[in-house]
């Protein structure tokens, strides 16, 4: 097994996935799996960003349950990141939501109250880029940001 999938290995051991994303021997049933995740639905992409801030220092997994911010990973009691309607989306600067906007990445996300948030990104489905760093960077954000009095 070469490094690459030993590292997916590690990400996608979980029982929840479906048949057809599990490994048999050494090899994906599913050759269109990239080693971000791609090719698995939102939903296990997410699944696999959350094993990932799994044990990081005051980071805690969404609590589940209902109203808003049920799928939400927490820095400090904060929202960094949660998927709402497939989408990952994520808390960063403005000046990088304004960024990846400008590149078709993704749009302001805006809670459906139809006022866009200017610190929000609602990454693009079709968005190639990796969600883990992108959720790294909201984590650094919030960890920088002061703390709520």
């Known amino acids: 097994m070469c490094p690459c999938e030993q590292r997916l290995a590690c990400r996608l051991r979980s029982d929840r996935l479906p048949q057809h994303l599990r490994f048999v021997g050494t090899s994906l049933y599913s ?9 698995a639905t939102p939903e296990e992409r997410y699944e696999i960003l959350i094993d990932e801030f799994a044990g990081t220092p005051g980071v805690t997994p969404p609590p589940g349950g209902g109203g808003f911010s049920r799928s939400g990973l927490r820095y400090q009691r904060k929202i960094f990141a949660m998927l709402v309607r497939g989408r990952l989306v994520l808390k960063l600067p403005a000046a990088r939501v304004d960024a990846l906007i400008e590149v078709g990445e993704g749009v302001r996300f ?16 079709e968005s190639a880029l990796d969600w883990l760093p992108l959720a790294r960077e909201a984590l650094d954000f919030a960890g920088a940001a002061k703390p709520a009095r």
Do not use: F, I, Q, V
Not at 31 to 39: I, V
Not at 110 to 125: I, Q
């Open 31 to 39: 050759d269109s799996m990239r080693e971000d995740g791609s090719g």
């Open 110 to 125: 805006d809670a459906n109250k139809g006022t866009p948030m200017r610190e929000w990104l609602s990454l693009d489905p």
